[in-house]
């Protein structure tokens, strides 16, 4: 018991310090993702091919490499090219574009189901086509979508320890030292564990609120 303590009293610190990190990490990854999402699934859906095709390459190239090439491509690359950047920031970059491009295909899948009769009489009526996806498609979109979002962002989350590779001191990087520190692997992962999912809880509670507000708005 004492030594569980003693474990305890040294790790528990270290990654309640690593899980503040990690949530702003999340949180502007998030809302940054949210929003280029938004940006790029319109463009995926727009009529004009050149801005379709350069979102499409946008999303192949985010979707189809690993996001750990993706993370030390923007950490050693930057420099390189005279761009210095913390590597807090680093990886809020990349973790934004990275998500971003998953939100934009679950935001395109969700715009297109929308039936087009109400696209076609919004245009009818004179609304801009800004307006009626801000309006009357977007508001439907996002009631479909919502499961789908969380799945992504709660994955983000879990991305998010990836970023222990380029230094940021978040929540896996502090994991790591508390077991170099404690040599209690298991009852810091546990920990390290049980953090994670009550994070990704908190995410999966927001969702259910939103989704359920839009189901009441929709009655």
Known sequence: MNEFLHVASISLPMLLQGLRLTIEISVLSIVFAFIGGLVVGYMCISPNKIVEGIARIFIKIFRCTPFMVQVYLAYYGLPSLGIN?????TGV??????TSAYAAVILESGVKAISKGQYESAAALGMPRLKIMYRIILPQTIRMIVPSLTGQFVQTVKDSSILSIITVAEMTMMTKEAIGITFSPLFVYICAGV???ALNLVIEFISGRIEKKYNRVRI
Do not use: T
């Open 195 to 197: 953090l994670y999912w």
């Open 93 to 98: 970059i990349i973790l934004s574009l990275y």
């Open 85 to 89: 950047v913390s590597a807090f920031w």
